[in-house]
């Protein structure tokens, strides 16, 4: 995805925000240490850069948010998360980096002051320039303005040549311009096309797997960078009525058979889910999925062949989540994306794991009714309601770095929305990137297999006989961007994925 070409497009609107900014919105602060002016009582929204490597750098950046946040910091979006070699003092461990864009009353000298606190208070000592620290905190923009002081300079004085502070600044951003503050931001770069030129300027998203430079995904000790590889997801059904295997594995015996089976056909994932979201589905109780899902997990982590292997829990019940990760599973994988169950995103917060937001409108017994079939543009709709369900994660303390979006294929959707989805996973990361280019970076799961609208299709109508179909869906999606597959034929549908990863990479080595 190219910001630039959709820059340009509106780019006389863009200097014309720029210009006003910078006729009545930047305002200049220089003080002396011992005499600093401050702004009070009005919210400011500011953008935080955050660095650590020392001790458990991921640990550190939450504790971090945390004392931000009891500080009367309120967070509203998150970058990336990005594992950079060290620049300046090359000869220590690797950094994480990212940024936060948040709300505060505090004045900037006073926010420098909390921020060099918690800083303290985390361990960070006098020690050499530019070397190991378990936390740094840098103030990158404070509201439209400028300060320069003896101790505070805002603009950080070296954004402009850090690809480590511009990625992640750009992340808390959209490709659209959306309030006179971000455009104040975009002036101080000094470039005609603001800070996506300055981004340009130093590589942009071409740096990113390479140099130094790679975004990662948090999963328990191991930071995932998802983008060596597409990541294959097998599907581990404990319902008796789930629309393609229900009553197969609903035994443990059954249930570890299969998970052996997934992983050595070469399952990177395992989904268990025992609640069906098929259409019209019946809803358990949180307890009655508890009791099916709970013997089988506990069995699925004491086997060998799961060291290394992530473990998904499928299911829109709060309570469950937090038994299941508590457990030992991952990742939670949620189709409603917090919509069934109020509680949903806070304990997703306060667990720290990753959190798979699925698109999906009303329940699964109401989602293809046809209010809940009614597009536009599927792709723009999807996308923009997607982003509204992921905004309230990110407001409840996920965050967008451990966040992993999926369009929902069958799940409100008819066989031309499916369609649609599948031949449009790049619109609709543009359409995240207009509101959020963190988003837009997601890794996206997609789970055509098997789905109904193949068999219609194909005259299949026996979903076990969909695998070919599904194969080729998954072509199109992985070939699309998709960068996690959710799949019952494991087997079959890795190939296919192992194909397409070659033909995307033969591609960018001859760009």
Same mark, same amino acid.
């Given at each position: 995805?190219?910001?630039?070409?959709?820059?340009?497009s !509106?780019?006389?609107?863009?200097?014309?925000?720029?210009?006003?900014?910078r006729?009545?919105c930047?305002?200049?602060?220089?003080?002396?240490s011992?005499t $600093?002016?401050?702004?009070?009582?009005?919210d400011q929204?500011?953008?935080?850069?955050?660095?650590?490597?020392?001790?458990n750098r991921?640990?550190?950046f939450?504790?971090a948010l945390?004392?931000?946040k009891?500080s009367?910091?309120?967070?509203?979006r998150?970058g990336?998360?990005?594992?950079?070699?060290?620049v300046y003092?090359? #000869?220590q461990?690797?950094?994480?980096? $990212?940024?936060?864009?948040?709300?505060?009353?505090?004045?900037?000298?006073?926010?420098?002051?909390v921020?060099?606190k918690? *800083?303290k208070?985390?361990g960070?000592?006098?020690?050499?320039?530019?070397?190991? +620290?378990p936390?740094?905190l840098d103030?990158?923009?404070?509201?439209?303005f400028?300060v320069?002081?003896?101790i505070?300079?805002i603009?950080?004085?070296?954004i %402009?040549?850090r690809?480590f502070?511009?990625a992640?600044?750009?992340?808390?951003?959209?490709s659209?311009?959306? $309030?006179?503050t971000?455009?104040s /931001?975009?002036?101080?770069?000094?470039?005609?096309?603001?800070?996506?030129?300055s %981004? &340009?300027?130093?590589?942009?998203?071409s740096?990113?797997?390479?140099?130094?430079l790679?975004?990662?995904?948090p999963?328990?000790?191991?930071? %995932?960078? /998802?983008s060596?590889?597409?990541?294959m997801m097998?599907?581990?059904?404990l319902t008796?009525? $789930?629309?393609?295997?229900g009553?197969?594995?609903?035994?443990? &015996?059954?249930?570890?058979?299969q998970v052996r089976?997934?992983?050595?056909?070469?399952?990177?994932?395992?989904?268990?889910g025992?609640?069906?979201?098929?259409p019209?589905?019946?809803?358990?109780?949180?307890q *009655?999925?508890? #009791?099916?899902?709970?013997?089988?997990l506990d069995?699925v982590?004491?086997m060998?062949?799961?060291e290394?292997?992530?473990?998904?829990v499928d299911?829109f019940h709060?309570?469950?989540?937090?038994?299941?990760?508590?457990?030992?599973?991952?990742?939670v994988? #949620?189709?409603?994306?917090?919509q069934?169950?109020?509680?949903m995103?806070?304990?997703?917060?306060?667990?720290?794991v990753p959190?798979v937001?699925?698109h999906?409108?009303?329940?699964p017994?109401t989602?293809q009714n046809?209010?809940?079939?009614q597009y536009?543009n599927?792709?723009?709709?999807?996308?923009s309601?997607?982003?509204?369900r992921?905004? #309230?994660?990110?407001?409840?303390?996920?965050?967008? %770095?451990r966040?992993?979006?999926?369009?929902g294929i069958?799940?409100?959707k008819? !066989?031309?929305?499916?369609?649609?989805?599948?031949?449009g996973?790049?619109?609709i +990361?543009?359409?995240?990137?207009?509101k959020?280019?963190?988003l837009?970076?997601?890794p996206?799961?997609?789970?055509p297999?098997?789905?109904?609208?193949?068999?219609?299709?194909?005259a299949?109508?026996?979903?076990? &006989? +969909?695998d070919?179909?599904?194969?080729?869906?998954?072509?199109a999606g992985v070939l699309g961007?998709?960068?996690i597959?959710?799949?019952?034929?494991?087997?079959d549908?890795?190939?296919a994925v192992?194909?397409?990863d070659?033909?995307?990479?033969? &591609?960018?080595?001859?760009?």
């Amino acid at each position: 995805m190219n910001i630039f070409k959709q820059l340009a497009s !509106t780019r006389c609107g863009f200097n014309g925000g720029m210009k006003s900014c910078r006729a009545t919105c930047v305002s200049l602060l220089h003080s002396s240490s011992g005499t $600093s002016v401050e702004v009070h009582s009005q919210d400011q929204e500011v953008v935080i850069a955050l660095g650590s490597n020392v001790g458990n750098r991921v640990d550190n950046f939450n504790e971090a948010l945390q004392l931000m946040k009891k500080s009367g910091m309120h967070i509203t979006r998150h970058g990336c998360l990005y594992e950079t070699k060290p620049v300046y003092v090359t #000869d220590q461990p690797l950094f994480l980096n $990212s940024a936060v864009r948040g709300i505060t009353k505090l004045g900037p000298h006073e926010l420098l002051r909390v921020l060099k606190k918690i *800083e303290k208070d985390m361990g960070r000592t006098d020690g050499i320039r530019y070397g190991p +620290r378990p936390i740094d905190l840098d103030i990158l923009f404070y509201g439209k303005f400028r300060v320069n002081s003896e101790i505070l300079t805002i603009p950080h004085e070296r954004i %402009w040549e850090r690809p480590f502070v511009m990625a992640p600044l750009m992340d808390v951003m959209g490709s659209a311009i959306e $309030s006179d503050t971000v455009a104040s /931001w975009h002036s101080f770069s000094k470039l005609t096309g603001g800070l996506f030129e300055s %981004w &340009e300027k130093l590589g942009g998203e071409s740096l990113v797997g390479k140099n130094g430079l790679k975004r990662v995904l948090p999963t328990g000790n191991v930071l %995932w960078d /998802w983008s060596l590889k597409t990541s294959m997801m097998g599907i581990l059904n404990l319902t008796p009525d $789930s629309f393609s295997d229900g009553g197969k594995f609903q035994s443990v &015996e059954a249930a570890v058979s299969q998970v052996r089976l997934m992983i050595l056909e070469g399952a990177d994932i395992i989904d268990i889910g025992a609640q069906s979201t098929r259409p019209m589905a019946s809803r358990l109780s949180a307890q *009655e999925e508890l #009791d099916r899902l709970i013997p089988v997990l506990d069995a699925v982590l004491k086997m060998p062949e799961v060291e290394g292997k992530l473990l998904s829990v499928d299911t829109f019940h709060s309570e469950v989540v937090s038994e299941a990760i508590g457990k030992g599973a991952h990742i939670v994988n #949620d189709v409603s994306a917090g919509q069934l169950d109020p509680n949903m995103l806070d304990v997703v917060a306060g667990l720290k794991v990753p959190y798979v937001a699925m698109h999906m409108r009303g329940n699964p017994s109401t989602m293809q009714n046809s209010k809940n079939l009614q597009y536009d543009n599927v792709c723009e709709q999807v996308a923009s309601e997607l982003y509204l369900r992921v905004r #309230d994660a990110e407001l409840s303390g996920i965050p967008a %770095w451990r966040i992993i979006i999926d369009p929902g294929i069958g799940f409100s959707k008819n !066989t031309e929305h499916n369609l649609d989805i599948l031949m449009g996973l790049p619109n609709i +990361r543009t359409e995240l990137a207009g509101k959020s280019l963190a988003l837009s970076h997601a890794p996206m799961l997609i789970g055509p297999s098997r789905k109904r609208f193949l068999g219609d299709i194909c005259a299949r109508p026996a979903a076990a &006989e +969909r695998d070919p179909a599904t194969i080729a869906a998954v072509t199109a999606g992985v070939l699309g961007g998709a960068n996690i597959v959710r799949a019952h034929n494991v087997k079959d549908n890795l190939d296919a994925v192992k194909l397409c990863d070659a033909m995307v990479k033969r &591609e960018r080595s001859q760009a």
